[in-house]
């Protein structure tokens, strides 16, 4: 009988691992190394990288590797055999807590944003001991962060980690003067809800839009889109079952507790979702989940598409990231709870969260922006690329009324109780209202869902940005609160904190339709940023306001915020100019022969029949003819349009031209393709169409 579970964790080093083979006083040091009271000595390395070593080689693995993640959103491995030779030349293992704790990869080849010269090719990894060991294709990995020679964040793993004790001295602080002494240390917890296609691979290979760019720069809609809505929560087909089952058995041996699986709205696409973990842990495994999707579908002949908008028409494919604070006691600080001390301290963390998002919005439409996700962000399965918050009318009811001089909403159920601060805290329900599927950030009963992250994007930078926003806007809190003497006025004090950012940050508080043309008027009246483009959203890094708050909290220095500012746009401009590439050697090595090719047919036609031709031959003839010449016009003005950027050095101009200028000539050109493929013969118009791809599993 098949037992799917019995193998869960089986290739993790985890805690439960640790402390059946490791002497005890070497457990009791990591676990204080783990919580940030101590270092590991020589010693208690070596007795670890021992014990770890022996693991891995009875579950079959001969190598090791320091596993990071690099500025380009993947990660990166550098594999070493534990093989070595012995005193006599005889083959002997070894790997020491030296090998285990640092190692050495060449740095040279990835981005790092001006802060090495090329010829510096010296980088190191250290050892993550917050996130668990595991074994993948016979590799023992090692979760580890990569810095510069100098110590400058070559990775995205760095800043969140330093961003995790950033939030939890501050919200530890806060919990603590609001009564509770006992929580020595808070954490996020983290769910990344993925959102993928699955594509036959057959298809996959002769659209080379789709192998080089992850998504199809040209193709009309199929007959049939998504409007039935029969793929959203259907029967999962056959094949994409059995994908399914070993995507499933794959992550369970990695202790990734992957729960959910589930068509989504468009023809093809799907959605997996894990139970929620810690927030280094949960951007570690979010990343081995989208590793397996790929090579798991390849397997099964099918090609897995995480680009946020990989088909024009119908739905794109974001990574929902639920988002809450923890104490080290398991208590959850967006949990409304039921204690009216405990609800203080729930409004108290979800007000510092309002005042967090409405003072930096463009930061946070920064970090949940990429090249692919400029194609979904404001499109109807997405949220609008202006920043609110939705929390529910019972909670925003409730919040509003802290606040002096505020009139309630009609029949809003602020208009019909009296809320003094202590006698309406005594309860607030979990499921107190509707969920906001349009909400950029929606509070979901005791987490909030920011609902912007691209399907594609790594995500270490939207939760040290949430982390770094969420620190600062609690410190200023504690400052408040610090100096009062009995806890009855710290708690007074605290509901007058609430009324204030309540009444000073209440127009990010948003519960109608987000995708409504209404809203972006409405947001606009109320001062909200409404910034259209990634590579636009990229000057926030460098501001006056974001500098002040990465350094302060010792994040990013400024050297490392600019670096990574130069990595992001030399990254959009890579990617546009990688469409660019593609669409144009497209278009002259395979549309325009095959528009040639069926002119030629009718031409021939034509000239055999003369006038007796039918009025169908003659004008067929003549629209091909036509969109012939549209389609090289266009291919020649995206050509010349595109030289003319790569003359421009300065990188963020450059990106804003491409955006502007490109994007718009790329539409144009797609428009002419598509305008043919819609009556093209299939004797002649040999690339897959949308009909083939996304209705043929």
Sequence with gaps: MERPFEDFGCMVFDEREMGDRLPRPVYDSWKKTVANEG????????????????????????????????????????????????????????????????????????????????????????????????????????????VSYNGEALDRKEPLIKSIAALSQAATRVV??????????????????????????????????LKLCGRTLFGCAAPKRQELDDHYFGSIPARVSAFMKEVNEELWKLGIYAKTEHNEVAPCQFELAPVFSSGNVAVDQNQLTMDILRKTAEKHGLACLLHEKPFEGINGSGKHDNYSIVTDNGQNLFSPGEKPS?????????????????????????????????????????????????LGSYIEDVLYSLYRGHESQPGSTAAKQDFSPVSTLSYIPHDNTDRNRTSPLAFTGNKFEFRMLGASMSASFPNTVLNAIMAESLNEIGDQLEGLKYLQDVREKAVDICRNIIHDHKR??????????????????????????????????????????????????????????????????????????????????????????????????????????????????????????????????????????????????????????????????????????????????????YEDMLFNL
């Design 39 to 146: 270092t590991l000595d020589r010693p208690t390395a070596d007795a670890i990288a021992h014990a770890m070593k022996r693991w891995a080689m009875e579950k079959g693995a001969t190598h090791f590797t320091h596993w990071f993640q690099p500025m380009t959103g993947g990660t990166a491995e550098k594999h070493d055999s534990f093989i070595e030779p012995g005193a006599n030349g005889e083959p002997i293992a070894r790997f020491s807590g030296k090998m285990l704790i640092k190692g050495e990869p060449d740095a040279s080849s990835f981005p790092s944003g001006g802060l090495r010269a090329t010829f510096e090719a010296r980088g190191y990894t250290y050892w993550d001991v917050t996130s668990p060991v595991f074994i993948r294709d016979r590799v023992l990995c090692i979760p580890t962060v990569f």
């Design 176 to 209: 603590n003067l609001l009564g509770d002494k006992d929580v020595r240390s808070c954490n996020i917890s983290v769910g990344l809800e993925q959102e993928y296609f699955l594509i036959d691979r057959g298809y996959f290979n002769k659209r080379l839009d």
């Design 508 to 689: 990010v508080l948003f519960s109608g339709d987000g995708y409504s043309s209404e809203w972006v008027k409405e947001a606009e009246r109320r001062g909200l940023p409404n910034v259209p483009s990634f590579i636009e959203a990229v000057d926030e890094l460098t501001s006056e306001e974001s500098v002040n708050l990465f350094t302060s909290l010792n994040i990013y220095s400024e050297k490392e915020l600019y670096a990574n500012r130069t990595i992001l746009e030399e990254r959009y401009s890579h990617i546009m100019g990688i469409e660019v590439r593609t669409m144009m050697e497209l278009v002259r090595k395979e549309i325009l022969p095959a528009m040639s090719a069926e002119y030629g047919f009718y031409s021939s036609i034509l000239q055999s029949a003369g006038k007796k031709a039918p009025a169908f031959i003659t004008g067929r003839a003549a629209e091909i003819g036509k969109m012939i010449d549209a389609v090289s016009e266009s291919l020649q003005e995206l050509g010349s349009v595109w030289a003319e950027i790569q003359t421009i050095s300065d990188s963020f101009r450059a990106g804003k031209e491409i955006y502007y200028r490109i994007n718009p000539l790329m539409k144009k050109l797609r428009a002419d393709i598509d305008a043919y493929e819609d009556i093209a013969s299939r004797e002649y118009y040999k690339i897959p169409l």
């Design 342 to 390: 405990e609800n203080i301290r729930f409004l108290v963390f979800v007000c510092a969260f309002i005042k967090a998002v409405d003072t930096y919005p463009v930061l946070l439409r920064l970090s949940a922006s990429s090249t692919g996700n400029d194609h979904r962000l404001g499109a109807n399965e997405a949220p609008p690329a202006i920043i609110s918050i939705y």
